[in-house]
C-alpha cells in the first residue's frame, strides 16, 4: 500500500505552532510504520520564514498540492486578506482531484476564500466569528464545534484543535487504534469529540449605559447565591416590574432570568477551576435550586459536564 501523499502549504509569516501540528502528526516517526508521504509547499520550493525568525524549506510548489491526497492549510495571517488567486486555483484543482482539504485555524478562510465552503458546514476559532460569516454568509459556521468534516472539507477552530483534527484525519484513514497509538506519543487526549465545544470566553458586561441597571446588576452580582423575583428587584431600583424589564433589556440584550443564568454559570466555571467545593455545594454557592438544574444547564451552555470541565481545568474529576 503507497502511502497517503499530504501537502502542507507554507505561507510566508506563518505560525510555527500551527504548521508543526501537522508536519509531527503525519510524521514517519509519530507512527510504527510509514503511512504518509508529507511534502512541503509553498508558491515556489525554497525558504518560508515566519513571524517569529522560523524557517522552513518548501521542497515543492503548489504544482504537487494538486496530485495529494490530503492537503492542508495550517494557517492564515489576516481574515480580511484574500489569498492569491494561484492558491485558490490550486485548492480547487486539488480538491476536483479528490483530495481531502483541511483548513486548521484560520486556514479555514483560505477554504472559504476559494469557494469550497460555500452551502456547507464549517468551524474556526470563536474570536473571528462575526469576520467568518461577514466574509461567507452561505458557509453554517459552528462555533461550537472543534473541527467539522463535511464531505471531505474539513476546518478546525484554533490552535489545540488542530491536534484533534489531524488525528481525527488519522482516525479516518486507519482507525483509532493507529490515531491512539500516535496520540500516545505526543501525550495529548486520543479522541475529543468535534463537536466539544471550544471552551469559548462568554464574560458578562461589567456595565451598561444605564446607572440603575449598574446598580442592580452590582446588587444581584452580591446576591447571586440569593433566589430573585421581578417584584423584589423592581423596588430594588424603584421602578415598576414592566419598566425593569424593559430598561434591563435594552442595557444588557438578555433578560433578568437569562442573565442570571448565565451569570450564575460563569461564578460556577470560576468555582470548578480554582477550589475543591463538591458541585452540590457549587450549585448553592451560585444560586442554583438543585445540582440536577445546575448540570442540565451547565451542559446546555458548554457542551461538557462540570466534573468533565474542572477535570479539564484542573486534572482533576
Known sequence: MHPVTVAIIAVEDFSPFH??????????????????EVQIC????????????????????????????????????TTANRPPQRL????????????QIVGLCLGAFVLG?????????AATHW??????QACFPTTHLDINALYVDDEGIITSAG??????????????????????????????????????????EQPVPKNTQDERINALI???????????????????????????????????GSSVAEWLITERLRRSQELLESSHLPVERIAEQVGFLSPVTWRQHFKSH????????????????
Not at 485558490?88 to 483530495?99: E, M, V, Y
Not at 476564500?113 to 458546514?121: E, I, Q, S, T
Not at 446588587?219 to 424603584?238: C, F, G, P, T, W
Open 218 to 252: 452590582d446588587y444581584l452580582r452580591l446576591h447571586i447565591h440569593e433566589q430573585h423575583n421581578l417584584d423584589s428587584l423592581a423596588q430594588q431600583v424603584m421602578m415598576s416590574r414592566r419598566t425593569l424589564t424593559r430598561h434591563f433589556m435594552k442595557a444588557t
Open 19 to 36: 504548521f508543526s501540528v501537522p508536519c509531527i502528526i503525519f510524521s514517519e516517526k509519530m507512527a510504527a510504520k510509514k503511512r504518509f
Open 302 to 317: 458548554f457542551g461538557v459536564s462540570p466534573a468533565e470541565w474542572r477535570k479539564t481545568f484542573q486534572g482533576v474529576a
Open 88 to 99: 485558490l486555483n490550486t485548492l480547487i484543482s486539488a480538491r476536483n482531484n479528490g483530495a
Open 127 to 132: 474570536e473571528f466569528e462575526q469576520d467568518f
Open 42 to 77: 509553498a508558491e515556489k520550493p525554497g525558504i518560508v520564514s515566519s513571524q517569529d525568525g522560523f524557517s522552513v524549506t518548501a521542497s515543492h510548489g503548489y504544482e504537487a498540492v494538486t496530485d495529494a491526497d490530503i492537503v492542508v492549510i495550517p494557517y492564515w495571517n
Open 159 to 200: 490552535t489545540a484543535a488542530a491536534l484533534d483534527c489531524c488525528l481525527y484525519v488519522i482516525r479516518q484513514r486507519f482507525g483509532s487504534v493507529v490515531a491512539n497509538q500516535i496520540a500516545r506519543r505526543m501525550i495529548v487526549p486520543p479522541h475529543r469529540e468535534g463537536g466539544q465545544a471550544q471552551f469559548i
Open 113 to 121: 476564500y476559494a469557494g469550497l465552503l460555500d452551502g456547507k458546514r
